[in-house]
């Protein structure tokens, strides 16, 4: 269904329409908090609190950007605001943080699928830098790398969730590939 017709159904006040917007965005809201903070518990807390402000927020929403648009920066304000209140008592993104969704995939499409016991641990331990890298990155650079890489969203959508230009979404996407390049060659220097 089209966002333009799921929108107006809301509008309306069919709640069958809400529930299929639940439906539809639930696992890319997941999958975009979980981003943030990496644990699974907290990511469908957030991911609740980010529907129930779709909810309340709708009748404010106007149409400027697309419906996916709002629920992205609505999960991603979310998300952020929630690991800035963590971050005093703990790392942004735990590198043992336990029942992840995407945690054990990630790490293991980061080589090829041998199931060596000796790759297997090479690429956990790759994949702990990574979010040990990611976590020491500025937190627009992280924004805009992980909606790109995560999320696959273009560049256009990262500036609309963002709101930023396009020409700085791909400085602040740049600056983090350098960044964690210089992050874990350091690494592999060790």
Not at 68 to 78: D, E, F, G, M, P
Not at 97 to 123: M, Q, R, V, W, Y
Not at 165 to 177: G, K, M, T, Y
Request: aromatic share 10%; hydrophobic share 35%.
């Amino acid at each position: 269904m089209k966002e333009q017709e799921l929108t107006d159904r809301i509008r309306t006040g069919d709640k069958q329409a809400f529930r299929e917007l639940v439906d539809t965005y639930q696992d890319k809201v997941y999958n975009t908090v979980y981003s943030f903070v990496r644990n699974s518990d907290d990511s469908l807390d957030l991911c609740q609190d980010v529907f129930v402000e779709v909810f309340r927020s709708f009748v404010s929403f106007r149409g400027d950007c697309g419906l996916s648009t709002w629920i992205y920066r609505i999960a991603v304000n979310k998300a952020i605001n929630y690991a800035r209140k963590k971050k005093s008592s703990s790392f942004l993104f735990s590198s043992g943080s336990s029942s992840a969704k995407n945690t054990a995939e990630n790490n293991s499409n980061l080589a090829d699928s041998s199931s060596h016991p000796s790759e297997i641990l090479e690429n956990k331990e790759l994949g702990d830098q990574l979010q040990k890298a990611l976590a020491t990155l500025p937190d627009n650079q992280r924004i805009a790398f992980l909606l790109h890489k995560t999320e696959d969203l273009p560049y256009a959508e990262i500036a609309e969730i963002m709101k930023i230009s396009l020409s700085s979404v791909e400085s602040l996407i740049h600056r983090a590939r350098k960044n964690l390049q210089k992050k874990l060659l350091n690494y592999w220097r060790h």
